[in-house]
C-alpha cells in the first residue's frame, strides 16, 4: 500500500513542477500525505461528476490535469457547487492532485501526436516547451486527417471543426492540446499545414484563415486533452506498480448537445428559412 505522498512524489519526479507555467497552481490540492492510497482515478477535470465517480469507484486519490484551485478562492463552503464537492471528497479522505502545463510540457502532445502518426520535431513555443511541431508519416488530405484525429480523442457531442480546403494535402502538423488560440502565429511560423487545438474563437480564427494562415482542426478541450490521461496513468504505473489505476471516461466538457448540418458543405450565402405562415399559429 502506498501513501499520497508517495504518490505526489512519483508524480513529481514524472512531471516536474518546476517546469509548470509560474500562473499555473499544480500539486497536492486536497488530501492528507500519510493516508493510504490503494487506487488512483485519472480525470480531465476536477468536479462533481469526477469526484462522485472517485468517491463511488473506492479511488483514494483523483488526479486531474486541471488544477482544483487555479485562481483566488476566499470559501469552500458547502453552499457553493465547488464547495459541496470539495466536501464530500475531504469527508471521504479523497486525495486530489493536479499536473497541469508540467504535463503538456511532458505528455500532453505527444499524447496526440503519437496515434496520429506525427514525428515531433520541436514545442510549437520555445520558451514554455507548450505544443508540438512536427511532420505526418504518411501524408494526407485535410478530410482524412481530421478523420484520423476523430479515432484518436473521445467522441463527444461537440464534435469537431475543420476549416480550410478539405483536399489540401497535409504533412505538417502543429499540436496544442486545450485552449490553443495563442498559438495561431507560431503554428504559421512553423510552417504547419493544418494546427490541431480547442477552443478557437470567431475573431482570430478567420483573421487567420482570412490572412492566408494554415488548416484548422478545432475539437473542444476536453476532448483533446483526455488522450494525455493514459500517459500519465501508465507513467504511474510504472513506478508504482501495485497501484490500481483507472482512467474517467466522463465527458466533462460544457457542451451536451451539438446541432449541426453534418457535411453538408459550407454554402457561400446563408439563405434564411421562409417565414412560418401566420394563420397556423395565430395567437388566442
Ligand atoms: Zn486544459
Redesign the pocket.
Known sequence: MYTVQRVVDAMNVIYPPESAEAWDRVGLSVGVPTESVRRVLFA?DPCAATVQEAITTGADMLIT??PLLLRGTSSVAATTGKGCWMTEAIRHHLAIFSA?TNADVAASTRALAEPLGVNLERPLEAETGIGGVGTLVEPMSLRNFAHAVERVIPRVPAGILVAGDPDARIERVAIC???GQSLLDAANAAGADVYLTADLRHHPATDHLWNGGCALVCAT?FAT?WPLLGYMQAALAEKLPELETEVSTIVTDAWGLALRGGDVEPERTWRAPAPASNTEHRPD
Request: no cysteine; charged share 10%.
Open positions: 480531465v490535469h486541471h497541469h492540446s486545450g485552449a478541450h486533452e
